[in-house]
């Protein structure tokens, strides 16, 4: 008989109105009751359409950046005792419909960190409507990060992840940037404490009102994601697995 794991799914939100209600409505049924957003700010009514839909929401008062936002919301999911916390974006780009699979493997045991991996064949994640330069850059970056680590990951950059509750409090979550660069530094901290991590491929799915970072921000980025490796070395990191935890009980 499956074990009950109590789940909180967070979704960063900002200007999210025209994807939420797909995001929202494609999750499992039993996942839907667990969904907490938190609204940056938007200048839409992102806010508004989630309280309609019933999710419980929150807005925040100024735009904290995307880290930022994270940080509160992984707090808030702590704070209500989750086994397992998943952060879910609301603009559409990664299907909601396997998120109880990312679930299943830590519920199990197998992993501390699952991730779903959108870059299964440079066909199927540019036929998806990623922009090229997005698809590029992932690969290099990805290239780099996995020698640096000594791991084979498909990517590093992935916004669709799941977290042991054990994991994300043992994390010093305020020490990482609130821009984009949160996500590296989260997932590298992961890695470079021992935790063991998984991925799953998932479809990739880009429409003209999906979110997207531009061609600078995407330098920009990467810059920082590479200066969050090097100040982790490889030789100084906990061996893979060491911190291996029991399963959610």
Same mark, same amino acid.
């Given at each position: 008989m499956a074990v009950a794991v109590n789940v909180v799914v967070v979704m960063p939100a900002y200007n999210a109105a025209r994807t939420l209600e797909r995001t929202y409505r494609d999750l499992p049924p039993e996942l839907q009751r667990a969904v907490l957003l938190a609204d940056d700010h938007s200048a839409d009514d992102t806010f508004g359409l989630a309280r309609s839909l019933g999710i419980e929401a929150i807005r925040n008062e100024r735009n904290l950046g995307y880290g930022g936002n994270l940080k509160q919301l992984f707090r808030l999911a702590l704070e209500r005792g989750a086994d397992v916390v998943v952060e879910l974006h609301p603009d559409?780009?990664?299907?909601?419909?396997?998120?109880?699979?990312? &679930?299943?493997?830590?519920? @199990?045991?197998?992993?501390? &960190?699952?991730?779903?991996? @959108?870059?299964?064949?440079?066909?199927e994640a540019l036929r998806g409507g990623m922009p090229w330069y997005r698809y590029y850059g992932n690969r290099v970056l990805t290239a780099f990060e996995n020698v640096w680590f000594a791991l084979s990951l498909g990517e590093w950059h992935s916004g669709l992840r799941a977290f042991r509750g054990e994991v994300l409090a043992a994390l010093p979550l305020e020490r990482y940037r609130d821009s984009h660069a949160f996500a590296s530094e989260l997932l590298m901290d992961c890695v470079y404490r021992g935790y063991r991590v998984g991925e799953i491929p998932i479809p990739v799915r880009y429409a003209a009102d999906s979110s997207s970072v531009d061609l600078g921000g995407l330098f920009a980025y990467a810059g920082r994601a590479l200066l969050a490796a090097l100040v982790r070395p490889p030789w100084r990191r906990r061996r893979y697995g060491s911190a291996r935890l029991p399963p959610p009980s």
């Open positions: 559409y780009q990664y299907d909601p419909k396997l998120v109880d699979l990312l &679930v299943e493997y830590i519920r @199990r045991g197998y992993f501390d &960190v699952m991730q779903g991996n @959108r870059m299964w064949s440079r066909h």
